[in-house]
């Protein structure tokens, strides 16, 4: 595809709903971040894979987050038992290669989350 | 891991007025750095980059020199047109292993005619 694309653009959840977020990267990119921004803030780092080895979770706010990308592309971002203060964008980026001075990030236009 | 640290906004200035927007990082060795920008309905996308110290990046007319003295990353133009309106951020990676980025806070800037 001619970028990475996120599903679905909008969600509403009610607290303790879980939700699942989908990112496609970019065709043929080894590399798969997902990243949280608050309502103007910068963003933040989540998890990172390279190709399907989770290889940084660091980011992850709380073991109600979950993360896979199972054959290397595709990745969905889970969160259970969804609280307000996850209301966010919640944005995907992808890039070819492993090493972030070799290429840039691409980033999808975000899913943005409200839970009420 | 790394850190950043850039100029909370919001900037704003007419057009033709020089920009000045201040990154400073702390950081484990040399690593690259980044611009990142954010279009008004649109992603994030990369302004312009240096891979080394003492690097030049540039692209679109914006310039930022990566200072190893002063661990700084400041982002500059001479003349911005109103078409520079968007939030801007400073990125270097969280860790020296160099794959994902840490991102500043974003400095909204607002162009006028």
């Known amino acids: 595809g001619a970028g990475v694309s996120q599903s679905p653009r909008y969600k509403v959840a009610k607290r303790g709903q879980d939700v699942a977020l989908r990112c496609d990267p970019i065709?043929?990119?080894?590399?798969l971040f997902w990243y949280q921004q608050a309502l103007g803030q910068g963003p933040e780092f989540l998890t990172y894979?390279?190709?399907?080895?989770?290889?940084?979770k660091s980011g992850l706010p709380s073991d109600r987050f979950f993360a896979e990308r199972p054959e290397g592309s595709v990745s969905t971002l889970k969160i259970q038992r969804t609280q307000q203060e996850d209301s966010a964008v919640y944005l995907c980026?992808?890039?070819?290669?492993?090493?972030?001075?070799?290429?840039?990030?691409?980033f999808g236009n975000g899913t943005r989350l409200t839970v009420t | 891991g790394n850190s950043v640290t850039q100029m909370e906004g919001p900037v704003t200035l007419s057009e033709e007025a020089f920009l000045t927007i201040n990154c400073t990082y702390t950081?484990?060795?040399?690593?690259?750095l980044f611009w990142y920008v954010q279009y008004p309905g649109e992603g994030l996308q990369l302004l312009l980059k240096?891979?080394?110290?003492?690097d030049k990046g540039s692209n679109k007319g914006f310039e930022a020199t990566y200072r190893k003295e002063t661990t700084s990353f400041h982002l500059e133009k001479g003349s911005v047109q109103v078409s520079d309106s968007a939030v801007y951020f400073c990125?270097?990676?969280?860790?020296?292993?160099?794959?994902?980025?840490?991102f500043g806070k974003g400095t909204t800037l607002s162009v006028s005619s």
């Open positions: 990125a270097p990676p969280i860790h020296q292993a160099g794959t994902a980025l840490i």
């Open positions: 065709s043929g990119h080894v590399s």
């Open positions: 894979f390279q190709n399907e080895a989770q290889l940084d």
């Open positions: 240096a891979t080394k110290a003492d």
């Open positions: 980026a992808s890039s070819l290669e492993g090493r972030t001075y070799n290429s840039p990030l691409h």
């Open positions: 950081a484990t060795g040399y690593p690259s």
